[in-house]
Structure formats: C-alpha cells, structure tokens
C-alpha cells in the first residue's frame, strides 16, 4: 500500500505547498507514483500542479461529504508521474458540515484504504494541508502514516510548533497509532541572514534527528514555478530551488527504509 | 467610538500579524490610543507585542465563550499608546465549541460595543485574524467598519482574493451592512524581483484606488524585530520596514476623513 504523508503546520505560508508539489516531482523523477490530496479549501497545489480551478468539477470536499470514490475524483496534472485528487473553496465548509458525523475524523483515511484506488498501486500519496489545526488537518492526520512539517526559518514559526506537536501526539493516541514524524524541513533559508541561521540552530539543537539534513533555501525561481503551473524540477531543473528539493525526496525515499 | 479594522485574508503568511503590529504602532506613534485583539490561536500578535504565553491568563477565547469583559483582558504592551488582548491554542477550538450558539457571530462585536469599553475613549481597535475564514474571522468581520487586506506580492496570493471578497460581500448582506475594504495592501515586495512587480500591477490593475499607494518591501529588520517583542518602528526606526508602516498610516488616519 502507498506511503501517506501529510504536509501540515498551522503557520501559514511556511511553504507547505511549494514542499507538497516539488516533493511528489522529486518522487516521481526516481521513478515513483504518486498522488497529491489538496485537503486546502485555496486549492493552491491544484492550481501550482496545472488543474484550473473550472476544472475541477469533483473534489476532495465529495471524498468526505458525499463519499465519492477516490478513483473517480484523480486527475492528471502538468507531471507525469503525479496524478491530483484537486480542492476548491467548498471545502471550507467541512468542518460545520461534518460536524454531526460520527467518523468525520476518518473519511480521508476509509478513502486511501479503499480496494479499488489500492488497486492503482501508487508508492505515494502526499496530503497538502491548510494553515489550521481543523477537521481537515484532523482527516490528513489520521490518513497518514507520517507528517513532514516544513518550518519557516523566522521567528514566529518556532513558536507554533510545540502545539502542532501536542496534536499529532493526540491523534497518535485517540485516532492513528501509526503515526510518526516523518521530518521537519527547515524552508526558505538564507545564509547571509542571522535570523534564519539561528531559527535553524534552534531547530536542531531542539529536534536532533527530525530535522532533515536538506533545507531548501530562498529562491526566487521556486515562487515564480508555480505561475507556470509546472514544479521547480520541471520550470528550472538546474536551480537551486530544484537541486534541494530532489536532495529532500531522496531522504524521503531512505527514510523509509530505515523504517 | 473607536474604528474598528480587521487584518484578514486566509492565505497564511502574507503578513497579517506584521501589519496589525506595526500600524498599530504607527498610529501610536501619532498620538492615537490603539487596542490590538489577537483573534488568532498562535497567539504571534500577542508574542509580537511582548505579551510571553504564561502571561496570557484570560484572552480572546473568554471574551467569546465566558462573555468576559474587554475591560478585564486588555493588558499592557512594549509600546505605550498600544494595550492588548491577548490570544492563545485555546482560541482554536471556538469554532466547534460555539456552533451551537445563535449569538456566534457577534460574540466580538457586542464585546466592543459594550459600555465600559467604549469609556476607555480607543481611537482604534485593530484585529488580527487567523489564516481561514472560520468563525474567528467572520466575527473580526462583523465587529468590523473595514477590512485591510494583506497582500504578499507573490503567485498564489491573488488566488484567495476573490474567496475573501466574496465572504466580505456575505458578511455585508447578512450581519454587518456597514463593513467596508479599508484597502488591500501588497507586502514583501522586492523591487528587483519581476514576479513581485508584476503581482503589484495586476493588484493596481483589478483592484485600482483599493490598493494602499504605500507598499511595504520585504526588509529582514521587519521579521527580526518580534523576535525582541518590539514593532519595527521601535526596533529600527529609520529602516525601510518603518518608514513604509509610518506611511500606511497616515493613509489609514487620513481615508477617514475622505469617509
Ligand atoms: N524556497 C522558497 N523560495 C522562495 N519562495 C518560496 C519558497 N518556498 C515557498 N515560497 C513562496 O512562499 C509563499 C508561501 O509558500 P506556500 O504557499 O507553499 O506556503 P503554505 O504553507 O502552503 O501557505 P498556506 O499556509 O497559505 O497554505 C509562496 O508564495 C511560495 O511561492
Ligand atoms: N515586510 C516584511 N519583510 C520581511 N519579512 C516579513 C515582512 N512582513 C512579514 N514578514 C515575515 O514573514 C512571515 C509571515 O508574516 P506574518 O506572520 O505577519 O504573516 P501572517 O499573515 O500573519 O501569517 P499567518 O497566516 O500564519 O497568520 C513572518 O515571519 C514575518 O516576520
Ligand atoms: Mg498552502
Ligand atoms: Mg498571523
């Protein structure tokens, strides 16, 4: 069955997103299939992978509301090798519309496990998260095996993270057992700036081990990529944007076989 | 009665909590009396101005769920001329815990219009909202008279634009017939980047007299200065970061008077 990895943190704009779509490219260049799961009512990992927003007629929001198949709800995305199950801002209203659902915490997870999308045999499935701790958070959580936690190296996203933490503990406890961290990426990086290199200390002193020996830095070329709908490896394959995110995927790919 | 402005766009990042803390600081710095609320459960605002989480005995979640008076949360800041209401985790479980509230949407209004806040004689009340268009929002919304809408000059921030405008319109009709854009401000530009200028012409472009004249570039002071619980025009005052925040300021104290 596919590796499910949730990519969440509450702090908006840390670079969740921009991880989700260059990750699964960095996967599927080695050769891996891959899903993305946009679970984020902005619908930016639809758009930053090429599905329009009016072409997204079915979306994840039917996956938890009217129990669409995930089978029927893919689609093909700019990327060979990465298929997209999009968002839009309907599902902004999942958490109030679910609300008197008894298994609203698992319906992302009853849709992976299901025979017929098992049967596609992805070796993937990436879930782009929003910047809360809602139902939808709550879902890709259960869902998944293990959360990668892309970390913005400035003050303020420190000091999230300690609360992120408590939730995917909670979950581990009441919901998936299996639950692990897969890795907190440090992103957005500058060298010559002091702050970024001392939220990054901070990070390892911290986290030892969770922290990825990849960090990805600044790089202007990774903001632009998405307006041409195509991942950094596909808009600019020789950036340093792109060199960063392959690194990451291939100790995405060796960490698993350290299970 | 105090003008009440709330920061909001659910895309995370843009600089919500930068803007609420340095406008706040610039209008104290021309003599206003400003109340910041912190309405968004990482509680940056509130770590922004000084206020350390230990020290946030009774917050923003009280004044909803405990109908705890203003007058009791309001504490003290860094910076003279500017008082707090603090915000903590505790703040993201509001939604679920008051669906069943017929009240939910004003809770925040009612708190501001209540007599013995309004005795304090605030000339502004700014409210810093979190990354989502829950209810913690749309009551920012409906206690609101404007809405400023941060803007980061980049690809996937003008997405969400027309989600946001879409709810403000909502709000109007349904709860609060006198809330109105108090402009759209684009933020983090670089002069020396082709996608920020662009991002900036097309804000010009659709949105026209909306957008602020006063942009504010990205300027490593501005994310270093929460880091010492200080705005930036305390920080550095001759930087960059609060020569464009002094600007926006006297844009917002003087869109008043053109009402
Ligand atoms: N390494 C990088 N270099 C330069 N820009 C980056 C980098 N990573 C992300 N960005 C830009 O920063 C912004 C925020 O990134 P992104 O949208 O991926 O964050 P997010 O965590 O998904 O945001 P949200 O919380 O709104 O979902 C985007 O405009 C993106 O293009
Ligand atoms: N003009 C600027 N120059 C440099 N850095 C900035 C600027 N404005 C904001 N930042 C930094 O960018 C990051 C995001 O800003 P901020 O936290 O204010 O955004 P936000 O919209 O409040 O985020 P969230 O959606 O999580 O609430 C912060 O680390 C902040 O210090
Ligand atoms: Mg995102
Ligand atoms: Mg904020």
């Known amino acids: 069955t596919p590796r499910v990895i949730a990519i969440?943190?509450?702090k908006g704009g840390v670079g969740k997103t921009t991880t989700t779509i260059n990750l699964a490219a960095g996967l599927a260049e080695f050769g891996y299939k891959v899903l993305v799961i946009d679970m984020?009512?902005?619908?930016?990992?639809?758009?930053?992978?090429?599905?329009?927003?009016?072409a997204r007629k079915q979306t994840t929001y039917d996956l938890l509301l009217d129990q669409a198949l995930l089978i029927d709800l893919i689609q093909e995305t700019t990327v060979p090798g990465i298929t997209l199950c999009p968002a839009n801002a309907d599902l902004a209203s999942a958490d109030i519309d679910l609300v008197a659902s008894e298994k609203r915490s698992f319906l992302l997870s009853d849709a992976i496990q299901e025979a017929r999308f098992?049967?596609?045999?992805?070796?993937f499935v990436l879930v782009d998260c929003p910047?809360?701790?809602?139902?939808?958070?709550?879902?890709?959580?259960?869902?998944?095996?293990s959360v990668l936690i892309p970390l913005q190296s400035e003050f303020f996203a420190l000091e999230g993270l300690s609360q992120?933490?408590?939730?995917?503990?909670?979950?581990?406890?009441?919901?998936?057992?299996?639950?692990?961290?897969?890795?907190?990426?440090?992103?957005?990086t500058d060298s010559r700036n002091r702050l970024s290199q001392q939220v990054e200390a901070d990070a390892r002193?911290?986290?030892g081990n969770m922290v990825f020996s990849t960090t990805i830095?600044?790089?202007?070329?990774?903001s632009e990529a998405p307006s041409y709908a195509l991942p950094i490896l596909q808009y600019d394959p020789s950036s340093k944007g792109a060199d960063a995110y392959r690194r990451l995927s291939l100790e995405v790919i060796s960490r698993k076989s350290n299970g």
Do not use: C, F, Y
């Not at 701790?133 to 998944?144: I, K």
């Not at 992120?164 to 957005?188: D, F, H, Q, Y």
């Open 164 to 188: 992120l933490m408590l939730t995917v503990r909670e979950i581990r406890k009441s919901a998936n057992p299996r639950l692990r961290i897969e890795g907190v990426l440090v992103t957005m």
């Open 131 to 145: 910047p809360s701790l809602s139902l939808l958070t709550v879902n890709a959580l259960v869902a998944a095996e």
């Open 205 to 207: 002193a911290t986290l």
């Open 8 to 10: 969440a943190n509450q």
């Open 217 to 222: 830095p600044r790089n202007v070329r990774v």
């Open 118 to 123: 098992l049967a596609l045999g992805h070796d």
């Open 40 to 54: 984020d009512p902005q619908g930016n990992a639809s758009t930053g992978l090429g599905v329009a927003p009016e």
